[in-house]
């Protein structure tokens, strides 16, 4: 399964009125093990930033100026998300940010079928409890000290770590790890009870031996193997006798 964990940010609040998108974030699953590809712009409004909006992202119009409009991104956003689920916090908000870009430049909206929303996952887990993004990090336990202010592909980057935490990805992971050294052990253990070979003692036919002797009588002296031979013939027929 392809998930993609998407936040945006805006320069306010009405998506069908004059706000607009100024960032997209977007981190790729595959079954529930993020792949390190992502996609990240940031898109000229073609208007002011309200200091609201400022003070919550710290992207300023003059920042913005230079930035590619939405419809020149569109094509390639579309291409990363493919047929994905797409997974986002809150997911009305941003989804009636992305379709109204998408309907400005002509584009097919994308159904909420395709979506999950986070926030609705944690309500259901944690009834009454703070469900934002910082309160699922605090309670997981997943470091947002870098989270100063807003940004799509940080906050995409966080949710995907509460979304795997949120639908049990890490025990999952955990099981398919246990599977795995399961089966190892079995291959281990079947190997071990393979019938080991036994070595068999060299042979020397009486033809090798002669042509043996004949070639160590061309040294001269006796070899130093020759006296060890006699050492232990001597050592055995004493140990005969003391038997």
């Not at 320069?11 to 997209?24: F, N, P």
């Not at 795995?180 to 009486?206: C, G, N, W, Y």
Request: with cysteine; proline share 4%.
């Amino acid at each position: 399964m392809r998930d993609i964990i998407l936040d945006t940010e805006t320069t306010g609040l009405d998506a069908r009125g004059s706000d607009r998108i100024v960032e997209i974030g977007c981190v790729e699953l595959l079954n529930q093990i993020p792949t390190g590809k992502t996609w990240q712009r940031y898109i000229n409004p073609e208007r002011d930033m309200p200091i609201e909006a400022f003070r919550v992202h710290g992207l300023s119009a003059e920042f913005l100026s230079d930035k590619p409009v939405f419809a020149n991104i569109a094509s390639s956003f579309l291409e990363f998300l493919g047929d994905g689920r797409l997974v986002i916090h809150n997911a009305s908000f941003d989804m009636g940010f992305i379709n109204a870009e998408l309907e400005r430049v002509g584009a097919a909206a994308i159904p909420m079928h395709r979506v999950v929303d986070t926030l609705d996952l944690a309500r259901r887990k944690h009834p009454g409890a703070q469900n934002s993004l910082d309160a699922l990090c605090q309670r997981y336990g997943i470091d947002n000290t870098k989270r100063e202010l807003h940004g799509a592909l940080l906050d995409a980057q966080l949710l995907c770590e509460v979304f795997i935490e949120l639908t049990g990805g890490r025990q999952a992971a955990f099981e398919l790890g246990r599977q795995h050294s399961s089966t190892t052990r079995v291959r281990a253990a079947a190997k071990s009870a393979e019938p080991r070979r036994i070595p068999q003692p060299f042979q020397m036919d009486d033809q090798t031996r002669a042509a043996h002797r004949a070639f160590v009588s061309t040294f001269s002296g006796e070899p130093i193997w020759a006296r060890y031979d006699g050492e232990i013939a001597a050592a055995s027929g004493s140990d005969k006798t003391r038997k």
